[in-house]
């Protein structure tokens, strides 16, 4: 069954500090990972979109891993600010149907 | 640029009573979608269209309609709105499928109530 995973559910940390937030997937075939970040009441946006070959995405402070052979994926967010507090959504396409599957999401606060 | 405009944002229906989620995106996207998004879950496709005419089944099609009359219309209908149904919707749009690497931009989201 393809599913998307995230770890872990909830996070809080302190301005200025960085974070990394997990993603693991069972998708087959892979087509591409996404990472979305939504704030509280408002749609969600796209950070990265990575492929099968790539490793590294940057966006800002943003930076998304992929690691295809372990089907795993992280978001790094460096220097983090209170804007940075919201929901991390990890979405991954298969590629036979163009399907896409959603992670739960992890929940950010950023704290002063 | 508007991006996907969703309407309305709030609403609160009554059981058994019936409705439309407007959706209209201004960036001439083949691909549009609906979605709802349930606590504890992660956003599950209801219906999607890959172009005006054209239109097919998600996940969790059962009590919903839709119409692709144009480009930049894609309406999400509840047929006889049921509790089950409260939640929030997002409609989406892309210049292709999910399958490329084309961004998807998703509306800010329409609230719904049944009680």
């Known amino acids: 069954k393809n599913q998307v995973e995230q770890s872990p559910q909830s996070l809080i940390i302190l301005e200025g500090k960085n974070c990394t937030l997990q993603c693991n997937y069972t998708v087959s075939p892979f087509s591409n990972l996404r990472w979305y970040k939504q704030d509280t009441g408002r749609g969600p946006v796209s950070l990265t979109i990575?492929?099968?070959?790539?490793n590294t995405k940057s966006n800002g402070r943003y930076t998304a891993t992929l690691d295809a052979d372990t089907k795993q994926s992280s978001l790094h967010i460096t220097a983090s600010q209170l804007s940075d507090s919201a929901s991390y959504i990890c979405?991954?396409?298969?590629?036979?149907?163009?399907?896409?599957?959603f992670g739960t999401g992890t929940r950010l606060q950023v704290f002063p | 640029n508007a991006g996907v405009t969703q309407t309305p944002k709030f609403q609160v229906l009554k059981t058994g009573q019936s409705m439309t989620l407007q959706c209209a995106q201004d960036?001439?996207?083949?691909?549009m979608s609906w979605y709802r998004q349930d606590p504890g879950m992660g956003l599950r496709l209801i219906h999607y269209?890959?172009?005006?005419?054209?239109?097919d089944q998600g996940e969790v099609p059962n009590g919903y309609n839709v119409s692709r009359s144009t480009t930049e219309d894609f309406p999400l209908r509840l047929l006889s709105a049921a509790p089950s149904q409260t939640s929030v919707y997002f409609c989406?749009?892309?210049?292709?499928?999910?399958?490329?690497?084309?961004?998807?931009?998703f509306g800010e989201g329409s609230w719904l109530t049944v009680v």
């Open positions: 979405v991954v396409s298969a590629g036979n149907t163009d399907k896409l599957i």
């Open positions: 960036m001439n996207h083949e691909y």
């Open positions: 990575m492929t099968f070959s790539e």
């Open positions: 269209s890959v172009g005006a005419g054209i239109t």
């Open positions: 989406a749009s892309s210049y292709r499928s999910g399958g490329s690497r084309n961004t998807i931009y």
